[in-house]
């Protein structure tokens, strides 16, 4: 069969990596691609918002699937778009994307269907958020209603940094449209957990679950980012918590989106806290995870290809997924200076000295014939071993060896798992 992936970062490549395992794929292609996605996959230079010009590429090469990696274009409408053209399509209808794409649509349906989530209100007008957030106490949680490229919630330890993001998104639109409107939800505290699940309509097929790091610095200190590292399984994490999560939030989500008309068909990505009352939603994601994607998929015996196919021909509740009992750590090597602003084109060394792990490339290009620098997080350096202290001193030795200038990575990731 003939595939072609949507996007060009960390996700993708390990999409394109699982999918190239699979025998049925003859033609793997990705567009817009990246340095590392280049090994695996012929990269097309498309972006993924060039909506027309993906169809165009599908058709003319006889894609069989096209399969979608980041939000945007899910939010979007891509998947309309190429369904209208006649091409099927992993991923989420634009109907169904409205789960991440609108954080006030999620939190009326979570409190609709009385699916655990936390306590918050939303609003439109920026003197009615104000008012009420000073009726509140910190830490507190403002979150803009749209996509922001994960950058748009802003944990607020005093009320006065809750009222400058407020004036911040509603005001300065720092974020754009996405800040229209917001959501103002109360602090929870516990661990946090991500679940992906293979979802066709009411069938869930939950992934292993993977826990991210989503602060700069060791010790969750400094500003969020995109994910500083994951790890899979949480062997700190009672099994009868993660089922309690799956049958009390996800199946009833999914659930509820079929009753609300709007069928979700793809991968939906749980991002969970587990707080002293039980497990609580934090938000959705319409699609995979990154950088969990990085650790869950190397521990999938089940062949990719097969799910997704079963998944656009509703047949997902047929399929046996089987998972490796292996562990799996992911460090990220990030740009120095990330998430704020960060150089480009920088040389990467020590790529051929890497000896245990799979390199996912997530912000690289090719200059000169060799890789360089091209993102905020450049590299996911993934490692399996038998347990997470194997897999995390794999992953550690060979993200050592690879070298950049400014390279920055956390040095903690999967440290609480060390059970």
Excluded at 80 to 102: C, M, W, Y
Aim: negative net charge; hydrophobic residues 40%; proline residues 5%.
């Amino acid at each position: 069969m003939r595939i072609l992936v949507v996007g060009g970062g960390g996700r993708e490549h390990a999409i394109c990596w699982a999918l190239k395992k699979s025998p049925k794929v003859t033609e793997l292609y990705c567009a817009p691609g990246n340095g590392g996605i280049a090994s695996v996959a012929e990269c097309v230079p498309i972006q993924v918002n060039q909506f027309e010009e993906i169809a165009q590429f599908a058709i003319d090469h006889t894609i069989d699937l096209v399969v979608i990696g980041p939000d945007d274009p899910l939010s979007e409408g891509i998947v309309d778009h190429l369904e209208a053209k006649g091409l099927t399509v992993f991923g989420p209808r634009q109907n169904a994307a409205i789960i991440e794409g609108s954080k006030v649509f999620t939190k009326q349906l979570l409190r609709k269907y009385n699916i655990p989530t936390a306590a918050y209100e939303s609003f439109e007008r920026y003197e009615d958020a104000v008012a009420y957030l000073r009726q509140q106490q910190a830490p507190i949680v403002i979150k803009a209603d749209g996509l922001a490229a994960g950058k748009g919630v802003v944990v607020a330890q005093t009320l006065d940094e809750a009222e400058k993001a407020l004036h911040d998104i509603m005001v300065a639109k720092v974020f754009g449209e996405s800040g229209n409107q917001v959501v103002i939800e109360e602090f929870l505290t516990g661990q946090e957990m991500s679940i992906l699940s293979f979802v066709d309509g009411e069938t869930v097929c939950p992934m292993v679950p993977a826990q991210d790091h989503k602060a700069v610095y060791d010790n969750d200190k400094g500003p969020n980012t995109g994910g500083m590292g994951t790890y899979s399984p949480l062997p700190h994490i009672p099994q009868a918590v993660i089922d309690e999560s799956i049958e009390t939030i996800i199946k009833p989500t999914a659930k509820a989106m079929v009753a609300e008309g709007r069928p979700f068909r793809g991968v939906l990505f749980a991002g969970l806290m587990l707080t002293p009352n039980g497990p609580k939603t934090i938000e959705f994601n319409a699609r995979f995870g990154d950088p969990e994607t990085q650790v869950v998929l190397p521990r999938l015996k089940t062949d990719l290809l097969d799910i997704f196919l079963a998944a656009v021909n509703g047949r997902l509740d047929q399929m046996e997924i089987e998972w490796s009992e292996e562990a799996a750590v992911c460090v990220i090597l990030a740009s120095e200076g990330y998430p704020a602003s960060y150089p480009k084109g920088l040389p990467i060394e020590g790529l051929e000295d890497v000896q245990d792990a799979i390199v996912f490339h997530a912000g690289t290009a090719i200059k000169d014939g060799g890789v360089v620098t091209n993102g905020g997080r450049v590299l996911g350096v993934t490692a399996l071993g038998r347990d997470i202290a194997e897999a995390r001193a794999k992953a550690y030795a060979d993200a050592d060896r690879i070298r950049f200038q400014g390279k920055h990575n956390r040095t903690d990731i999967a440290k609480k798992a060390l059970v």
